[in-house]
Structure formats: C-alpha cells, structure tokens
C-alpha cells in the first residue's frame, strides 16, 4: 500500500513561488507514475502534472511554463516547483503513485491529507 505525505505548501502572494514535496512510501517508487493535483473549494480534483517512470511529464494547460515536476528515486520523492502564483492556483494539493493509466485518471481509493496553498492577489 502506498503512503503519501505531501508538504510544503503556504500562503503567498501572486508572481511568488512555492515548491511542494511528496514522500512515498510502502511502494515500488521507481516504477510508478506519479502526479500531482489540486482541488478549489466548490471544485473537482484535478490532475496538475505527471510524471512516469521514464521521466516524461505533462502538465494542465493551466499551469504550463510556471510549474515543473521532478522526482528523485533515491529520496523516493515528488516535487512541483511553482512559480508565478497566480490566484486562480489557490487550492489544496495532493500527489498520488501508481501505474500510468491509475494516475492519469486520478481513480485512486485513498488521497493523503493534502497541503493546502493559497495565493493572494
């Protein structure tokens, strides 16, 4: 079973940055897909950014050019580096890791707790 804690999260004004980190544990980290999301109050969870085993990664149309997945094996570790904040970021974000198919469609039986970000305008 997969364990997640997300962190890194913060209250910041627009044009700052912020970089969120995700520990897993309980898995084979270096074979699965990982992707970061967010859900706005009143919103859906949404997919954000992903990033495969091989290291491709793909990005919400929203967030293309101001945010940037990594991943370290040996750390066993999930980053997004955010930058130009904008307000419309604001939100509670999640990382999860399975297969490709698993993370792209965000079908995930359990979530951890999340790390909440907020953006000032």
């Known amino acids: 079973q997969v364990q997640l804690e997300e962190s890194g999260g913060g209250l910041v004004q627009a044009g700052g940055s912020l970089r969120l980190s995700c520990a897993v544990s309980g898995s084979a980290f270096s074979i699965n897909a990982m992707g970061w999301y967010r859900q706005a109050p009143g919103k859906q969870r949404e997919l954000v950014a992903f990033?495969?085993?091989?290291?491709?990664?793909n990005y919400v149309e929203s967030v293309k050019g101001r945010f940037t997945i990594s991943r370290d094996n040996a750390k066993r570790t999930v980053y997004l580096q955010m930058n130009n904040l904008k307000p419309e970021d604001t939100a509670v974000y999640y990382c999860?890791?399975?297969?490709?198919?698993?993370?792209?469609?965000?079908?995930?039986?359990?979530w951890g707790q999340g790390t909440q970000v907020t953006v000032s305008s």
């Open positions: 990033i495969d085993s091989s290291g491709s990664t």
């Open positions: 999860n890791a399975g297969s490709r198919i698993l993370v792209l469609r965000g079908t995930f039986a359990s």
